[in-house]
């Protein structure tokens, strides 16, 4: 009877142990499998500070409240746009897409806004791309709010959504501007000077 308990408790504990070990390698092979899919914030944070450079202070707050708010982007775009406003306003800009799994794509965007909003900038503009299921996704009008207040220069974060695709853009910006407006950003392939 002990021989029959004690084999028992051996085959239970093997049983256990391989559980154990099959759960603990199918999380790093999640893990993998997201990191392959989406860029981490090493990545994103690595790459932000190479392009925006000594101006990126607080970029890393910025790029870390997106993923813990929306989790590993797909895809990110780098570019640069200006912009201006007297109440109602327009944005023109231009960059090229990266995603891991279909590589870079040249983009521009432009769009209209309206509200208090007063200025004019120049931005250098990176672009937090999620839950993009291909390339021909992101092409399209994104809409949202979004707000300026920096005299010289500023470093701001807003999300423009379409669909189920979201658009986090985090911007450094040259020049003086001030207020709070509602308009979208229309992505094309081809550069255009029409921004509706």
Same mark, same amino acid.
């Given at each position: 009877?002990?021989?029959?308990?004690?084999?028992?408790?051996?085959?239970?504990?093997?049983?256990?142990?391989?559980?154990?070990?099959?759960?603990?390698?199918?999380?790093?092979?999640t893990?993998?499998v997201?990191?392959? @899919?989406?860029?981490?914030? @090493?990545?994103?944070?690595?790459?932000?500070?190479? !392009?925006?450079?000594?101006?990126?202070?607080?970029l890393?707050?910025?790029?870390?409240?997106? !993923?813990?708010?929306?989790?590993?982007?797909?895809?990110?775009?780098?570019?640069?746009?200006?912009?201006?406003?007297?109440?109602?306003?327009?944005r023109f800009?231009?960059?090229?897409?990266?995603?891991k799994?279909?590589?870079?794509?040249?983009? !521009?965007?432009?769009?209209?806004?309206?509200?208090? @909003?007063?200025?004019?900038d120049?931005?250098?503009?990176?672009?937090?791309?999620?839950n993009?299921?291909?390339?021909?996704?992101?092409?399209?009008?994104?809409?949202?709010?979004?707000?300026?207040?920096?005299?010289?220069?500023?470093?701001?974060?807003?999300?423009?959504?379409? @669909?189920?695709?979201?658009?986090?853009?985090?911007?450094?910006?040259?020049?003086?501007?001030?207020?709070?407006?509602v308009?979208?950003?229309?992505?094309?392939?081809m550069?255009?000077?029409?921004?509706?």
């Amino acid at each position: 009877m002990r021989s029959i308990v004690g084999t028992f408790r051996s085959l239970a504990a093997a049983a256990f142990m391989g559980l154990a070990a099959v759960a603990g390698s199918a999380a790093p092979a999640t893990a993998q499998v997201a990191a392959q @899919d989406g860029y981490t914030m @090493d990545e994103v944070v690595g790459t932000g500070h190479r !392009f925006f450079g000594t101006t990126s202070g607080g970029l890393a707050q910025l790029l870390e409240r997106a !993923f813990q708010s929306y989790g590993l982007p797909n895809g990110y775009i780098l570019g640069q746009e200006a912009a201006g406003a007297f109440f109602g306003g327009l944005r023109f800009g231009e960059g090229t897409l990266y995603t891991k799994n279909a590589g870079q794509r040249r983009i !521009f965007w432009q769009g209209p806004s309206l509200g208090f @909003d007063v200025g004019g900038d120049g931005a250098r503009t990176m672009m937090l791309v999620y839950n993009l299921p291909s390339i021909e996704s992101v092409y399209g009008r994104f809409g949202g709010v979004s707000g300026s207040a920096y005299l010289v220069g500023g470093l701001g974060m807003t999300v423009l959504a379409r @669909d189920n695709v979201l658009l986090v853009p985090v911007k450094t910006g040259v020049g003086a501007r001030l207020g709070l407006n509602v308009g979208y950003l229309k992505l094309t392939p081809m550069p255009t000077w029409n921004p509706f």
